[in-house]
């Protein structure tokens, strides 16, 4: 495996796999860089964040999820999972919301200020102290994460940062930053939504 760069731009691809394989090797090599992430996902960062959105829960808090393309797809299944296939008897049901949904009002803020504020502007009359912002991205230097992260420290929320590559500026401004130390988007986008899953099925049959 490759080191891994000191940055990377959103959106920017320095290591894809090796190059000249055909499928099936291609698929194994995949294969391995997954079961390599699986072997070094820090347990106790994700122990925390699952506490974090389990708090959220019990106390009635929100718990806003965020990303761009990929992580926006992702941020979307992860509200569901957690709202809906969490949802377990006598237990209430996790408030989540993804920001990343409401098309019309994410190119309103685009069309009228930037797109750096899209999430940002979207938060600023939702959230409250101790609420729980759920940033997703491969790079970690998307303008409008760090923007809403720097907001939810600023309003005394709590933040998960999942991320790739070496975690970018995003790393030193999330509470629980769970790095996925890899190169390879795909494989970084695959964990990230794993661990949305086994927070998802933890909250399920949490006592």
Do not use: C
């Amino acid at each position: 495996m490759k080191a891994l760069p000191k940055s990377t731009r959103p959106g920017g691809f320095h290591h894809t796999g090796p190059g000249g394989l055909n499928a099936e090797q291609f698929a194994r090599w995949y294969r391995d860089e997954m079961s390599r992430l699986w072997r070094e996902l820090d347990l106790k960062a994700l122990s925390r964040a699952a506490a974090l959105v389990l708090e959220a829960r019990t106390k009635g808090r929100h718990v806003f999820i965020m990303g761009n393309g990929g992580s926006a797809a992702a941020a979307s299944h992860m509200a569901v999972d957690f709202s809906k296939t969490a949802e377990a008897p006598g237990k209430p049901r996790v408030k989540s919301i993804s920001l990343a949904d409401n098309v019309p009002f994410l190119s309103a803020v685009a069309n009228d200020h930037s797109f750096d504020a899209a999430f940002e502007h979207q938060l600023d009359p939702l959230l409250k102290p101790r609420d729980v912002v759920i940033l997703i991205t491969g790079s970690g230097n998307s303008p409008n994460l760090i923007r809403a992260a720097r907001l939810a420290r600023r309003r005394g929320a709590a933040t998960i940062g999942l991320l790739g590559f070496d975690g970018g500026k995003l790393k030193g401004l999330v509470d629980v930053p769970l790095l996925i130390p890899s190169v390879q988007y795909g494989a970084i986008e695959d964990m990230h939504m794993s661990i949305g899953h086994i927070v998802a099925f933890y909250l399920k049959q949490a006592r």
